[in-house]
Each structure stands twice: as C-alpha cells, then as structure tokens.
C-alpha cells in the first residue's frame, strides 16, 4: 500500500506513515469537531503537492468554505481555484445522491487514475436521502468504490447524540469504509476536550489510542502526544522473533513463523507478552501436542 501524507499534524505517525492511497476515509463528529477543517487541511496537503483537490460540500456553500479556509489562513485556497487545481461540487444531499446513482460512472470514467484527493464534508445528507436502509447501504457502498478510482476519498459524517458511533448513520459508513477515525468533541461548562482515535485501517496498521488535539489559526488540526521521532519504518526484530530463533521447532515451521513475525516490533503487540505469545504459537504447532 502506497501512503500519503495527511496533512493533518501528527496523523501520519499513527497510520504507520500517512493515508493508503486510492483508500476511503470517514471522519466522525459533532458539530464543531473540525469535521471541514480537517477535510480542507487533507485536500490543501495535496494542492501542495500537485495532486488535484474535488471538494464536494453538502451543507455549507463553495463561498463559505472558502471563506473559512480564508479565515484559517489558508489564502492560497484561492489561486488553487483559480487554477482549476481545486473543483468545488456545492449539491444538496439529494443532488448528490442523483448525482451517485446517475452520473457518478461517467464523472469516474473521466477523472479515473487522476490521483486526486476528493472530499465529501458531510456525507450525512446523502444517507438521509433515502430511510431505506439497504438502499444507504447500496448507495455509499456503491459510492466509495467508484469515488476510489479516481483517488483517495475522504467523507465527513456527523455524530448526533451518544459518542459510541452505534447509530444507524454511523455503522453504515464506518463499514464501508477502509478507515474510520474520530473525531471525539466534548463541550462541558467549563472547557473543551478534544480527542481524535483511529477506530479502523485496513491494510495498515494504527495506532488504537485516543490522542488530544486542538484547531489552531494557520495550522488546523494539530496532535498532542505524537511521538514523531518513532519512524514505524525502521523496524528492529520483535523480541518474539529473537526468542523464536532459540526454541526448537520443524525447519518449514520456524520458517514460516519467521515470516510471518518479519517487521513486527515490539510496539506492535501493546499488552501482549511476547514469551505468552511464543507459548501459543509452539502449543499450535506442536506435533500431538
Ligand atoms: N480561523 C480559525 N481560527 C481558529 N480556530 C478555528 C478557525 N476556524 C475554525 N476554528 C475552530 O474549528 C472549530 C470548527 O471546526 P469545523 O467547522 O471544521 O467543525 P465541523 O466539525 O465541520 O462542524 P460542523 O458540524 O458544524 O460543520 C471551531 O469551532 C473553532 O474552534
Ligand atoms: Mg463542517
């Protein structure tokens, strides 16, 4: 899986380098999350880098997402307009549904291998476009894998009520999708909190834990707690493997073992212990045992 960068200060750490490409992505919040905030920051990291940007808004209008990424500081938002690098889809829910289910394939066929970044802030609306289940389900489903073929996606979803993301807007979403993170906002009396956790990633690995993070002028969406001197790259032998090398076990066995423990680290298996995890690999593998 190729990576990209996010954009998002601190993200790429905790994918294991950045966005798989030609992924989709769903980001959950509250109202107030940094929902568009973070879905700008993504598309403008890739107007930087020459990637083309298709920003679809479903609520706000093209004037005042501009007009906020204006404010943040993010004035070179305009020239990328200008040059046609950024394409803004302003459509209601049910527009872009249609839009989906109509003109979708040919909008595909077109843009297709063009390694743009494309986001859709929020995709609410469309799953309220219809109250048929199977229907949301066909339509967003349907929706991500054309939208991946032009490049790596990006959707926005809004949470409403309770913070487990067990609601029927959420679970539909978070399954179709390759990668869930969330946005977790809490506004009590006296202060904020903020709080970004990557519930899923396919294909990669991440990093489970929930990390602080505060929306700053100029910046955007910067993470607490980020260990950026950690490159998940440069892999040392899990102390598993070592330990492996050291018992006695079938040549084709080890050998396979090997393989599959190749680029593990340490960090990897969190609370497992590692001489816990050798126990059970031996106890699989062993002959009558
Ligand atoms: N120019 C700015 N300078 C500093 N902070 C900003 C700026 N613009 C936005 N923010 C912060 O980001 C927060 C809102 O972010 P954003 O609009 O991305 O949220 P959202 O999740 O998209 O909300 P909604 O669901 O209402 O669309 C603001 O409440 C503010 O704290
Ligand atoms: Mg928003």
């Given at each position: 899986?190729?990576?990209?960068?996010?954009?998002?200060?601190?993200?790429?750490?905790?994918?294991?380098?950045?966005?798989?490409?030609?992924?989709?992505?769903?980001?959950?919040?509250?109202?107030?999350?940094?929902?568009?905030?973070?879905?700008?920051?993504?598309?403008?990291?890739?107007?930087?880098?020459?990637?083309?940007?298709?920003?679809?808004?479903?609520?706000?209008?093209?004037?005042?997402?501009?007009?906020?990424?204006?404010?943040?500081?993010?004035?070179?938002?305009?020239?990328?307009?200008?040059?046609?690098?950024?394409?803004?889809?302003d459509a209601s829910g049910r527009e872009f549904s249609n839009f989906i289910r109509?003109?979708?394939?040919?909008?595909?066929?077109?843009?297709?291998?063009?390694?743009?970044?494309?986001?859709?802030?929020?995709?609410?609306?469309?799953?309220?476009?219809?109250?048929?289940?199977?229907?949301?389900?066909?339509?967003?489903?349907?929706?991500?894998?054309?939208?991946?073929?032009?490049?790596?996606?990006?959707?926005?979803?809004?949470?409403?009520?309770?913070t487990d993301l067990t609601g029927p807007e959420t679970v539909i979403p978070m399954?179709?999708?390759?990668?869930?993170?969330?946005?977790?906002?809490?506004?009590?009396?006296?202060?904020?909190?903020?709080?970004?956790?990557?519930?899923?990633?396919?294909?990669?690995?991440?990093?489970?834990?929930?990390?602080?993070?505060?929306?700053?002028?100029?910046?955007?969406?910067?993470?607490?707690?980020?260990?950026?001197?950690?490159?998940?790259?440069?892999?040392?032998?899990?102390?598993?493997?070592?330990?492996?090398?050291?018992?006695?076990?079938?040549?084709?066995?080890?050998?396979?073992?090997?393989?599959?423990?190749?680029?593990?680290?340490?960090?990897?298996?969190?609370?497992?212990?590692?001489?816990?995890?050798?126990?059970?690999?031996?106890?699989?593998?062993?002959?009558?045992?």
């Open positions: 899986m190729r990576k990209i960068t996010s954009g998002i200060y601190g993200l790429n750490p905790l994918l294991d380098g950045g966005v798989n490409e030609n992924s989709t992505t769903v980001v959950i919040g509250r109202s107030g999350a940094g929902k568009t905030t973070l879905a700008t920051q993504f598309i403008r990291r890739g107007l930087q880098d020459g990637q083309e940007g298709v920003f679809v808004s479903l609520d706000e209008n093209k004037e005042q997402i501009i007009r906020e990424a204006v404010e943040m500081g993010w004035t070179d938002i305009l020239d990328y307009l200008d040059d046609e690098q950024l394409v803004f889809i109509k003109e979708l394939p040919a909008f595909v066929a077109d843009w297709k291998g063009s390694n743009a970044r494309i986001a859709i802030d929020p995709l609410t609306p469309v799953l309220w476009s219809t109250k048929d289940l199977y229907e949301q389900r066909d339509l967003i489903g349907f929706m991500l894998k054309q939208t991946r073929k032009v490049g790596t996606v990006l959707c926005t979803l809004e949470e409403h009520g309770s399954y179709l999708a390759d990668c869930v993170i969330h946005l977790r906002f809490d506004h009590g009396p006296s202060k904020h909190t903020r709080e970004l956790q990557i519930i899923k990633c396919r294909n990669s690995r991440h990093d489970p834990d929930a990390h602080p993070y505060e929306i700053l002028r100029g910046l955007g969406i910067v993470l607490e707690g980020v260990d950026v001197r950690h490159v998940p790259t440069a892999k040392g032998p899990s102390q598993l493997r070592q330990m492996l090398l050291t018992r006695a076990l079938p040549k084709d066995v080890r050998d396979r073992l090997e393989k599959s423990l190749d680029g593990l680290t340490d960090d990897d298996f969190r609370g497992l212990k590692p001489e816990q995890v050798l126990e059970l690999i031996l106890q699989e593998y062993a002959k009558g045992g």
